[in-house]
T-cell receptor, first 116, second 111 residues
Framework: SAVISQKPSRDICQRGTSLTIQCQVDSQVTMMFWYRQQPGQSLTLIATANQGSEATYESGFVIDKFPISRPNLTFSTLTVSNMSPEDSSIYLC?????????????FGPGTRLTVT | QKEVEQDPGPLSVPEGAIVSLNCTYSNSAFQYFMWYRQYSRKGPELLMYTYSSGNKEDGRFTAQVDKSSKYISLFIRDSQPSDSATYLC???????????FGTGTQLKVEL
């Protein structure tokens, strides 16, 4: 497994502003993912953060709104840009590929975002 | 139709009860099936992992997959108040690591 930390743990932001969320892992990992978890809804994959190249976004998510960086194998950031109240959610990073088991992922504690 | 369907609950049971949590899925390509447990204000943690059809047991927990009916189950024996959490099922095809999650079932085990 891996120990994953996220900063900030929570924030309240004004609409129209941007927030950058950091994800730090205690070991090098090949795969890092960013999810959104809205109340009453399933975890939704935003994108796969690729080290040294552009992130791979899922349908419905675009780079202009959710720019992602991954400068090395232990760190990634997700920015929520030009926020609106609809962006209020929990944002989670996860890592995978640790034991070569398909689909096995470990999650950070999440960032709880409220947009007013 | 969502690829993975799960009854959101809440489900409330007395301590010591046997709990049955269930999901259905629609994507025939799914080969790997997981159960995650999420405590309030925490990230999900991997609880059980199953490949293809069959049963897998780990202590008080049993995961069951029936690919013919596209049905995933998690059984908890001798449930404890510490089992109170949201349980999420998830699946992925054999070729990749992208997970598709159910909405989660909120479980409360009462004294």
């Amino acid at each position: 497994s891996a120990v994953i930390s996220q900063k900030p743990s929570r924030d309240i932001c004004q609409r129209g502003t941007s927030l950058t969320i950091q994800c730090q892992v205690d070991s090098q990992v090949t795969m890092m993912f960013w999810y959104r978890q809205q109340p009453g809804q399933s975890l939704t994959l935003i994108a796969t953060a690729n080290q040294g190249s552009e992130a791979t976004y899922e349908s419905g998510f675009v780079i202009d709104k959710f720019p992602i960086s991954r400068p090395n194998l232990t760190f990634s950031t997700l920015t929520v840009s030009n926020m609106s109240p609809e962006d209020s959610s929990i944002y989670l990073c996860s890592v995978g590929g640790l034991a070569g088991v398909k689909g096995e992922q470990y999650f950070g504690p999440g960032t709880r975002l409220t947009v007013t | 139709q969502k690829e993975v369907e799960q009854d959101p609950g809440p489900l409330s049971v007395p301590e010591g009860a046997i709990v049955s949590l269930n999901c259905t899925y629609s994507n025939s390509a799914f080969q790997y099936f997981m159960w995650y447990r999420q405590y309030s204000r925490k990230g999900p943690e991997l609880l059980m992992y199953t490949y293809s059809s069959g049963n897998k047991e780990d202590g008080r927990f049993t995961a069951q997959v029936d690919k013919s009916s596209k049905y995933i189950s998690l059984f908890i024996r001798d449930s404890q108040p510490s089992d109170s959490a949201t349980y999420l099922c998830a699946s992925t095809p054999g070729g990749g690591n992208k997970l598709t999650f159910g909405t989660g079932t909120q479980l409360k085990v009462e004294l």
